[in-house]
């Protein structure tokens, strides 16, 4: 049970975590937000933009704000999958006799930057698979335990395509958002010069540690969702199927496949940190809405309809929520996430503003009402 107190806890820790991080990285609150969100709820996060916008930066400036150790792996088309797990050596003791020793590869770390990922070979892609998702590394035989918390943050190029190797629906699927690092505005552009002109190195000081970030999940696991809102969340990633019972027209129109199972989990356990860093106790149709972006844009597969007319996954998103939206009555206007967690030194249990749900019961006489008028 989540108590005024651990919610108020919560948020004051996640307003140290980004006054932190706001001091090595300036702007992109998106992209601050979205992986804080995801490192609080246990997933793994992919970045795509430009080089030199920030990426690496965000990352090691995450280590030092949450004072875990960071592992940075170059991928490139010769790199193999002992560089990346580790592997058994031979070693000699004092009696010169031989014994296998395993040697730990940078994956044993809490925060990876797997800086881009699309330059390796499938093969060493699937390297990551087992530790990001099952948060072990198995070689020849032997399974090891990774440290908690875990979290991969990879980066790929969108624009320069030569020599790399697409990564597979499976791999994709592993990630919990994927988020598109823009590049900064102009006066974000000024403050960056004049940042970096003092010191290029990160200054943030820590502000949570391994074992308190790990407390905020549990705090943020515990937070209720309605069932109507759930049902919302689950339809929204069952209309992205153009085959299934909830299929949306545009699905239909432009989506080969759809989101997996894993996208529920991501939307519905992204959307328990949101509410607590918008310092509600419970999720609302909002916090779905607002993730369903990072959360799904990767894990659909346009057909050649969209690719054709060049439809974004994104614009894709944005008309099957609005299709969603007229059906259920919801407002699903485009929000762009990315704001300061609430503060809650000052608010009362009683003052917390709940999210408006409605049962099944009333959303069936609201839409024979809107057919009685028709």
Do not use: W
């Amino acid at each position: 049970m989540v108590t005024e107190k651990d919610v108020t806890k919560f948020s004051e820790q996640c307003k140290k975590i980004f006054a932190q991080v706001e001091r090595d990285v300036i702007g992109q609150k998106e992209v601050v937000q979205g992986t804080i969100i995801a490192m609080i709820a246990g997933g793994n996060v992919l970045l795509e933009g430009v080089p030199g916008v920030g990426k690496t930066r965000l990352v090691r400036s995450l280590g030092r704000v949450f004072n875990l150790p960071f592992s940075r792996i170059q991928f490139t088309p010769d790199l193999m999958p002992a560089d990346v797990t580790g592997t058994n050596i031979v070693v000699k003791d004092a009696k010169g006799n031989s014994d296998f020793q395993f040697q730990p590869g940078p994956v044993f770390s809490n925060i990876i930057l797997a800086d881009e990922i699309n330059r390796a070979t499938p093969k060493t892609q699937s390297a990551l698979l087992e530790a990001m998702q099952e948060h072990t590394v198995t070689v020849m035989g032997v399974s090891r335990k990774l440290n908690e918390p875990f979290f991969v943050l990879a980066t790929q190029n969108p624009i320069e395509q030569d020599g790399t190797y697409p990564l597979p629906e499976a791999q994709m699927d592993r990630f919990m958002f994927k988020l598109i690092v823009k590049n900064p505005s102009l006066d974000e552009l000024m403050d960056i010069v004049n940042m970096t002109q003092k010191t290029m190195a990160e200054v943030a000081d820590a502000a949570c540690t391994g074992e308190e970030l790990l407390r905020m999940r549990v705090t943020a696991n515990a937070i209720p969702v309605a069932e109507p809102v759930m049902r919302y969340a689950m339809t929204l990633c069952s209309a992205t199927h153009p085959d299934s019972e909830c299929a949306s027209e545009t699905a239909k129109k432009y989506v080969r496949l759809g989101a997996s199972p894993r996208a529920g989990q991501a939307l519905i356990s992204a959307a328990k940190v949101k509410a607590l860093l918008q310092g509600r106790f419970n999720v609302a149709y909002s916090d779905v809405n607002e993730l369903a972006y990072p959360v799904l844009r990767h894990r659909m597969k346009l057909n050649f309809e969209a690719i054709a007319e060049r439809v974004s996954p994104d614009k894709i998103i944005e008309m099957i929520l609005a299709e969603l939206g007229k059906k259920h009555g919801i407002s699903t206007s485009k929000i762009e996430f990315g704001g300061e967690p609430a503060d809650l030194s000052a608010v009362g249990a009683e003052d917390v503003v709940e999210p408006e749900t409605e049962t099944t019961e009333e959303s069936d006489k609201k839409s024979k009402r809107r057919k009685a008028k028709k």
